[in-house]
Nanobody, 124 residues
């Protein structure tokens, strides 16, 4: 699976952005997908995850109620809709894929494939 993240940019606090992650490969439909982020000087942080079917969605406490993860298996796409953005959401955002079963979707080392990252900057 190859992943390509896009959709980042500069937005004012309170604004919205939608990140996209395009996946190639036949195993996308069998993959758990996650979004992570890393701010300068900080460790990588899990943001959200979605099951292969899309019926299960999971969020970090810091983004629950503001972010929505979704997927379109017909298009091999995963999305992260980010609303009510805050300056502390500023980071490089990465999509990741785990083919098959995953024991803990919050742990980055559980994922097999990573996209290149897209920068999100939220100004105050």
């Amino acid at each position: 699976v190859q992943l390509q993240a896009s959709g980042g940019g500069l937005v004012q606090a309170g604004g919205s952005l939608r990140l996209s992650c395009a996946a190639s490969g036949r195993t996308f439909g069998n993959s758990v997908m996650g979004w992570f982020r890393q701010a300068p000087g900080k460790e990588r942080e899990w943001v959200a995850a979605i099951s292969w079917s899309g019926t299960g969605t999971y969020y970090a406490d810091s983004v629950r109620g503001r972010f929505t993860i979704s997927r379109d298996n017909a298009k091999n796409m995963v999305y992260l809709q980010m609303n009510s953005l805050k300056p502390e959401d500023t980071a490089v955002y990465y999509c990741a894929a785990r083919v098959g079963v995953i024991s803990d979707y919050r742990i980055g080392t559980q994922y097999d494939y990573w996209g290149q990252g897209t920068q999100v900057t939220v100004s105050s």
